[in-house]
Nanobody, 117 residues
Framework: QVQLVESGGGLVQSGGSLRLSCVAS????????MSWYRQAPGKQRELVAT???????NYADSVKGRFTISTDNAKKSVYLQMNSLKPEDTAVYFC???????????WGQGTQVTVSS
């Protein structure tokens, strides 16, 4: 069974930075794409960033220019570098992996990001 473990969340002041990590239990070559989602209290889960096979990244308009998604194949990891953080970025951030040749997605347990004003 594939496991995804997120880390790197915490409390940061507005304008600060955090780097989230998602470590997979298998090679990330097993996945056609990996994504970061977030869910704030009282809101639906939303897509933040995706990186697909070929290393093509896509971002939500709300984070474009501030967040960067990247992968490290040797470490079986995907990262989300978050700069110029705003209070509205406060949410639980989740890692998602899309396995090749399967319809079921894999999700991590999430890591809390809190941005204070």
């Amino acid at each position: 069974q594939v496991q995804l473990v997120e880390s790197g969340g915490g409390l940061v002041q507005s304008g600060g930075s955090l780097r989230l990590s998602c470590v997979a239990s298998v090679s990330i070559f097993s996945f056609s794409a990996m994504s970061w989602y977030r869910q704030a209290p009282g809101k639906q889960r939303e897509l933040v960033a995706t990186i697909s096979s070929g290393d093509y990244p896509n971002y939500a308009d709300s984070v474009k220019g501030r967040f960067t998604i990247s992968t490290d194949n040797a470490k079986k990891s995907v990262y989300l570098q978050m700069n110029s953080l705003k209070p509205e970025d406060t949410a639980v951030y989740f890692c998602k992996a899309n396995p090749r040749g399967r319809t079921k997605d894999y999700w991590g347990q999430g890591t809390q990001v809190t941005v204070s004003s």
